[in-house]
């Protein structure tokens, strides 16, 4: 297996513009999780998906991020309007079931807007 | 979320020492406590984990101990050597609770 695939690895994009990060978790995984990773508030929890059903989206900072799982094998995190407070390293983690099996992250989108 | 506290933040250890990360939790239901190690632009991966009907699992260099009734655990690394240094962090979660991770350790092991 390939792993989960992320993509971009990186994006640079200026402050208002559309960012779409792209997902494909890992074949047979029914959760889905997207985190951000800063050095200053470490890996936070954005959004969590259930057999392609978002189940948790508390840690979604705003309405200016939005998330969809349109099927099992494909999942989205996109951020209109973009801002610099929202540079991080986004990453995309699968897992079989939520609590009792290990997450396998991707590699990560490097997210700079300048 | 329950909270899980991680320590230290930063470590440096000599090559051959032993490098030694804790955390500790709130929620005694939590029944599965991984640890994941990180290298510079990857993802976080699955090092070790264990579950609380053990009190120690070791993999190689690599062991955990676990004291459930203080609800600690930590990571051992043996004979630390300079690919060791990574970012590492734990983590608990049971069942349908979505897993809760330490802010995590910068390990840096010197040759």
């Known amino acids: 297996d390939a792993g989960v695939i992320q993509s971009p690895r990186h994006e640079v994009t200026e402050m208002g513009q559309e960012v779409t990060l792209r997902c494909k978790p890992i074949?047979?995984?029914?959760?889905l999780f997207w985190y951000r990773q800063t050095m200053m508030r470490g890996l936070e929890l954005l959004i969590y998906?259930?057999?392609?059903?978002?189940?948790?989206d508390s840690g979604m900072p705003e309405d200016r991020f939005s998330a969809k799982m349109p099927n099992a094998s494909f999942s989205t995190l996109k951020i209109q309007p973009s801002e610099p407070r929202d540079s991080a390293v986004y990453f995309c983690?699968?897992?079989?079931?939520?609590?009792?099996?290990?997450?396998?992250f991707g590699n990560g989108t490097r997210l700079t807007v300048t | 979320q329950q909270q899980v506290k991680q320590s230290p933040q930063s470590l440096i250890v000599q090559k051959g020492g032993i490098s030694i990360i804790n955390c500790a939790y709130e929620?005694?239901?939590?029944?599965?406590f991984p640890w994941y190690q990180q290298f510079p632009g990857k993802g976080p991966a699955l090092l070790i984990a264990?579950?609380?009907?053990?009190s120690e699992k070791k993999e190689g260099r690599f062991t955990i101990s676990f004291n459930k009734s203080a609800k600690q655990f930590s990571l051992h690394i043996m004979d630390s050597q300079p690919g060791d240094s990574a970012t590492y962090f734990c983590?608990?979660?049971?069942?349908?609770?979505?897993?809760?991770f330490g802010r995590g350790t910068s390990l840096i092991v010197h040759p």
């Open positions: 998906f259930n057999n392609n059903v978002p189940i948790d």
């Open positions: 983590a608990a979660s049971k069942g349908s609770y979505i897993p809760t």
């Open positions: 929620n005694t239901a939590f029944d599965y």
């Open positions: 074949s047979g995984h029914n959760s």
């Open positions: 983690a699968s897992s079989l079931t939520a609590g009792n099996s290990p997450l396998h």
């Open positions: 264990i579950r609380p009907d053990v």
